[in-house]
């Protein structure tokens, strides 16, 4: 298969470049679990739900939202690397698999979120949240927010610990 050489490394159970990316991985999966719970509690006031549902309610709507965070965020990331990035990143390639995983995250969003809102009614905005007109709807502001800050401090702090396993000093700039 084409191209395939550039990750042929990463199957070796001892491979450098493994542990490489094991420790980025992990440091993305961390920091993208906490922004967004972070996230996910700090905009609750900005949906329906915070004045409807019972304190556990409402607690297990973030958990679970957050959880669904966490996969958007690691399929956002895995398909930029797929896309933009090799085995030397962060390397090389920082800032398009940075673009990409913003870009994939804010399409994602929206599209969950029209089809919650408007589709499916799964939940609604309160009066509190600001809306883009966006594909003929009002898309929140704070999840769009989210897909844009959350992943920049994730991959940030993914980019950081991939320095320390390669001796770089700053992501994309090697």
Same mark, same amino acid.
């Given at each position: 298969?084409?191209?395939?050489?550039?990750?042929?490394?990463?199957?070796?159970?001892?491979?450098?470049?493994?542990?490489?990316?094991?420790?980025?991985?992990?440091?993305?999966?961390?920091?993208?679990?906490?922004?967004?719970?972070?996230?996910?509690?700090?905009?609750?006031?900005?949906?329906?739900?915070?004045?409807?549902?019972?304190?556990?309610?409402?607690?297990?709507?973030?958990?679970?939202?957050?959880?669904?965070? &966490?996969?958007?965020?690691?399929?956002?990331?895995? @398909? =930029? *690397?797929?896309? %933009? /990035?090799?085995?030397?990143?962060?390397? !090389?390639?920082?800032?398009?698999?940075?673009?990409?995983?913003?870009?994939?995250?804010?399409?994602?969003?929206?599209?969950?979120?029209?089809?919650?809102?408007?589709?499916?009614?799964?939940?609604?905005?309160?009066?509190?949240?600001?809306?883009?007109?966006?594909?003929?709807?009002?898309?929140?502001?704070?999840? &769009?927010?989210?897909?844009?800050?959350?992943?920049? @401090? =994730? *991959?940030?702090? %993914? /980019?950081?610990?991939?320095?320390?396993? !390669?001796?770089?000093?700053?992501?994309?700039?090697?």
């Amino acid at each position: 298969m084409a191209g395939t050489g550039k990750w042929l490394g990463l199957l070796s159970p001892t491979s450098p470049a493994r542990r490489h990316w094991q420790a980025v991985l992990r440091s993305y999966a961390v920091a993208s679990l906490s922004g967004n719970l972070a996230w996910e509690f700090a905009h609750v006031p900005l949906y329906t739900i915070w004045r409807t549902e019972t304190a556990s309610n409402i607690a297990f709507t973030v958990v679970h939202c957050t959880a669904g965070d &966490l996969v958007l965020a690691l399929g956002t990331f895995a @398909v =930029a *690397l797929l896309v %933009a /990035g090799n085995r030397n990143w962060p390397v !090389r390639n920082f800032w398009s698999v940075t673009v990409l995983t913003v870009l994939f995250g804010v399409g994602s969003t929206l599209f969950l979120e029209w089809l919650n809102v408007v589709i499916w009614k799964s939940w609604a905005y309160s009066s509190l949240m600001p809306v883009l007109p966006v594909f003929g709807f009002g898309a929140g502001l704070s999840p &769009l927010l989210q897909w844009v800050a959350v992943p920049l @401090v =994730a *991959l940030w702090c %993914a /980019g950081r610990q991939g320095c320390v396993t !390669r001796d770089c000093e700053r992501p994309g700039m090697g």
